[in-house]
T-cell receptor, first 112, second 112 residues
């Protein structure tokens, strides 16, 4: 089983749609969780950290279910500018000690 | 405030050669990590430097080595280049005690 697995995608959605990405991780002791977005041929950019209580940033909502080892990202009212690859990321150790483990990413294409 | 910077942007090398990539972390950040991202894959952790020492290492051969300088900048060296080393090499930095990592624009290495 891969350490971090994501929906394979690609997701092709119209503007204004709501889209959800899912991710599972294998290490139950993992401490920190993130979503990054990556535009074509660019570096990953931190979108949001994911907390057990769930967190929201504008149109973006992230959820963490530690019991199921499952992370999700919901994007409401999709914009053309949301088109990118979304990377689910886990830090097994947490804090400043750990490395990041990335999923392969899910590509999102928002169409007019 | 400059973000993470990397040089060079692009590099073309021949099999068997050696390469050095450079990274300057964001101001106030003291920990630097290096990642390799092959086409269509998520970034893979190479190693992390803190206080001028390699703290953690991913599953990469000894051909990959690094260094961190007193000003927190870092180098990644790859010896005896293979075709499979062609990838985007990303540097990420983090603040003391913080979890989030921020990436530089990367160096795209092509080995022919």
């Amino acid at each position: 089983r891969k350490e971090v697995e994501q929906d394979p995608g690609p997701f092709n959605v119209p503007e204004g749609a709501t889209v959800a990405f899912n991710c599972t991780y294998s290490n139950s002791a993992s401490q920190s969780f993130f979503w990054y977005r990556q535009d074509c041929r660019k570096e990953p950019k931190l979108l949001m950290s994911v907390y057990s209580s769930g967190n929201e940033d504008g149109r973006f909502t992230a959820q963490l279910n530690r019991a199921s080892q499952y992370i999700s990202l919901l994007i409401r009212d999709s914009k053309l500018s949301d088109s990118a690859t979304y990377l689910c990321v886990v830090n097994p150790s947490g804090g400043s000690q750990g490395n990041l483990i990335f999923g392969k990413g899910t590509k999102l294409s928002v169409k007019p | 405030d400059a973000g993470v910077t990397q040089s060079p942007t692009h590099l073309i090398k021949t099999r068997g050669q050696q390469v050095t990539l450079r990274c300057s972390p964001k101001s106030g950040h003291d920990t630097v990590s290096w990642y390799q991202q092959a086409l269509g894959q998520g970034p893979q952790f190479i190693f992390q430097y803190y206080e001028e020492e390699e703290r953690q290492r991913g599953n990469f051969p000894d051909r990959f080595s690094g260094h961190q300088f007193p000003n927190y900048s870092s180098e990644l060296n790859v010896n005896a280049l293979l075709l499979g080393d062609s990838a985007l090499y990303l540097c990420a930095s983090r603040q003391p005690g913080e979890d989030e990592q921020y990436f530089g624009p990367g160096t795209r290495l092509t080995v022919t």
